[in-house]
Nanobody, 120 residues
Framework: QVQLVESGGGLVQEGGSLRLSCESS?????MSWFRQAPGKERKGFGC????????WYEDSVKGRFTISRDSARNTVFLQLTSLKPEDTGVYSC????????????????WGQGTQVTVSS
């Protein structure tokens, strides 16, 4: 089973940007990003497929967040722009076996998460 390690989190002002990384110890397949806001459940908001690099985003982040992959480095990236205070939370990546849709994939491998805090 692969291990995932996130990095790149931090404190940023509203409207700012961050780039998160998720490095895998093995080949990366279907990958997704999740966010757990303070006092709330973890929720997925974007993913990238392993077949054609197609992506899916939740409406709240569409146009502001971008997921990409570098297969040679076994790394998936999450570019965060136009950040809002409500984007604050622990961001985790997750991996799933290849499948038809990254949105409905069975994610079973998780990283430890990285904290993103957006100040107003």
């Amino acid at each position: 089973q692969v291990q995932l390690v996130e990095s790149g989190g931090g404190l940023v002002q509203e409207g700012g940007s961050l780039r998160l990384s998720c490095e895998s110890s093995g080949n990366i397949e279907v990958m997704s990003w999740f966010r757990q806001a303070p006092g709330k459940e973890r929720k997925g908001f974007g993913c990238i497929s392993s077949v054609d690099n197609s992506t899916w985003y939740e409406d709240s982040v569409k146009g502001r967040f971008t997921i990409s992959r570098d297969s040679a480095r076994n790394t998936v990236f999450l570019q965060l722009t136009s950040l809002k205070p409500e984007d604050t939370g622990v961001y985790s990546c997750a991996a799933a076996p290849p499948g038809p849709s990254c949105h409905t994939a069975p994610y079973a491998t998780w990283g430890q998460g990285t904290q993103v805090t957006v100040s107003s």
